[in-house]
């Protein structure tokens, strides 16, 4: 009885299963491209910025020899609407309690990263830019030998920013393009792309198009699609184009027909001419 139970309930949950996000409405027309790059920047499992996490699976207790399991729990970030106008390494707001006194309660407080203003040079794009960033995310702009490559190598995930997003889209179309804003220096031109063309291997130019989008982004790029692909065709412009048809084929006709009155007046010609080549019997 208990196992005819649990069958029927295995099928009930199949059965009424619960749609994601992409099977609902106008989600379900994006593109796979796009929901590549959700899953690389909201299912795909940041790297750990504020915890170190424990490779192995079991830890012994130093103090109690007691064998326990390693559970690498991420700690809950908030991500503030400035993060999205800087560049934070994947660095957020940490929320927590501090006691200062053990006498005392405990009180909610707040970890906030140390932000700068600095300038990064993007070469692919040829500009400096002005930015907020942390002190990590200099060092990682270091540790990836420049700005370029770091946006490049790090997946959306552990970018989070949508200015960085942006700006990673922007570097990808330039290199797609050839690198045309040194159209001016050729052997710079080919330097640059060479140096960053292998990165283009991960993306298909439909991927790199869908990249960096937000949701609503995505939902407005898609109804725009189909607006344009649904959008009545004025007669007037069927008609015009069924005209310029006609008079085609008509200059068409004339054309063969004006062929075929100079070859009857050349064979013409040929026939009365006393000094023309006679064919042979």
């Known amino acids: 009885m208990a196992s005819r139970i649990q069958a029927t309930a295995r099928a009930l949950s199949k059965t009424y299963k619960k749609k994601s996000r992409f099977e609902i409405g106008i989600a379900s027309e994006l593109p796979q491209a796009y929901k590549k790059f959700w899953r690389e920047w909201k299912v795909l499992k940041p790297a750990a910025v504020h915890y170190v996490p424990q490779d192995s699976k079991w830890k012994r207790d130093e103090l109690t020899g007691e064998t326990l399991p390693v559970q690498n729990i991420p700690i809950p970030l908030k991500y503030p609407a400035e993060i999205h106008e800087g560049i934070w390494g994947g660095e957020a707001i940490v929320k927590g309690f501090q006691k200062k006194d053990l006498r005392r309660r405990r009180v909610p407080h707040y ?15 040829n500009t400096n830019l002005s930015v907020t960033v942390t002190d990590r995310t200099i060092r990682l702009i270091n540790d990836h030998y420049g700005f370029d490559h770091y946006l490049l190598k790090t997946p959306a995930c552990d970018l989070v920013s949508m200015l960085a997003l942006k700006l990673k889209k922007q570097i990808l179309i330039e290199l797609m393009n050839g690198c045309p804003r040194y159209s001016h220096d050729p052997l710079k031109q080919k330097e640059i792309y060479d140096e960053y063309k292998t990165y283009l291997s991960s993306y298909t130019p439909e991927e790199i198009e869908w990249y960096g989008l937000t949701w609503v982004e995505a939902l407005n ?43 009857n007046t050349t064979s013409w010609l040929s026939k009365i001419n006393p000094f023309g080549k006679k064919d042979e019997a």
Request: charged residues 40%; proline residues 5%; positive net charge.
């Open 111 to 125: 970890w906030v990263p140390v932000l700068k203003r600095t300038v990064v040079k993007s070469e692919v794009l």
């Open 221 to 263: 790029k898609v109804a725009k699609i189909k607006e344009a692909a649904n959008r009545p065709l004025p007669l007037k412009n069927i008609y015009r184009k069924n005209l310029v048809e006609k008079l085609k084929a008509a200059e068409l006709e004339k054309d063969d027909e004006t062929v075929k009155e100079i070859s």
